[in-house]
T-cell receptor
Framework: DAGVIQSPRHEVTEMGQEVTLRCKPI?????LFWYRQTMMRGLELLIY????????DSGMPEDRFSAKMPNASFSTLKIQPSEPRDSAVYFC??????????????FGQGTRLTVV | SQQGEEDPQALSIQEGENATMNCSYK?????LQWYRQNSGRGLVHLIL?????REKHSGRLRVTLDTSKKSSSLLITASRAADTASYFC?????????FGQGTRLTINP
């Protein structure tokens, strides 16, 4: 298996533009997590899906952020409109298991987003 | 929210020495995990220890868990330059995988 695949690896966009980050989880995994990593705030959980259903989106910072998982093999995280403070590395991770995270999570390589 | 808090924030040791990192958490857990992150890369799972376990080994890694003190430690024995990375603990808080701020470990040759 190729692991969790994220695209793009790097994204530079202007403030106000829409940004879409993509994630392909490991085949067969039924839990998917979106995290954001910054120096100041560390790793923050944004949203968590189980069996394609959003379970907890309390970490989504504001209405400008939205995430979807239309099927078991694809998820998107969209920021519209983007702002400079959204600059961060965004990670997608997947795991196999129930709603409770009792197994290891596999991370993608991340998308480094820069909003100028 | 940050459930786990790692200590120290940064650690620099000589190759061959042992490295110990600690993690404290606030709420009850079902399991605690340790991850490694090399610079510019994603996190890689190292080891998972369940709440009814006290110690677990994997190669040069040794993890302990003290649920009464709400703390865990990660010991890396006979460190190598390749162990240079950030190490994070993660707990299952409210059915979510929540990470601490991490310990940055530097192994000097």
């Amino acid at each position: 298996d190729a692991g969790v695949i994220q695209s793009p690896r790097h994204e530079v966009t202007e403030m106000g533009q829409e940004v879409t980050l993509r994630c392909k989880p490991i085949s067969g995994h039924n839990s998917l997590f979106w995290y954001r990593q910054t120096m100041m705030r560390g790793l923050e959980l944004l949203i968590y899906f189980n069996n394609n259903v959003p379970i907890d989106d309390s970490g989504m910072p504001e209405d400008r952020f939205s995430a979807k998982m239309p099927n078991a093999s694809f998820s998107t995280l969209k920021i519209q409109p983007s702002e400079p403070r959204d600059s961060a590395v965004y990670f997608c991770a997947s795991s196999l298991g129930s709603a409770l995270p009792n197994t290891e999570a596999f991370f993608g390589q991340g998308t480094r987003l820069t909003v100028v | 929210s940050q459930q786990g808090e790692e200590d120290p924030q940064a650690l620099s040791i000589q190759e061959g020495e042992n490295a110990t990192m600690n993690c404290s958490y606030k709420t009850s857990i079902n399991n605690l995990q340790w991850y490694r992150q090399n610079s510019g890369r994603g996190l890689v799972h190292l080891i998972l220890i369940r709440s009814n376990e006290r110690e677990k080994h994997s190669g040069r890694l040794r993890v302990t868990l003290d649920t009464s003190k709400k703390s865990s430690s990660l010991l890396i024995t006979a460190s190598r330059a390749a162990d240079t990375a950030s190490y994070f603990c993660a707990t299952d808080e409210a059915q979510k995988l929540v990470f601490g701020q991490g310990t940055r470990l530097t192994i000097n040759p």
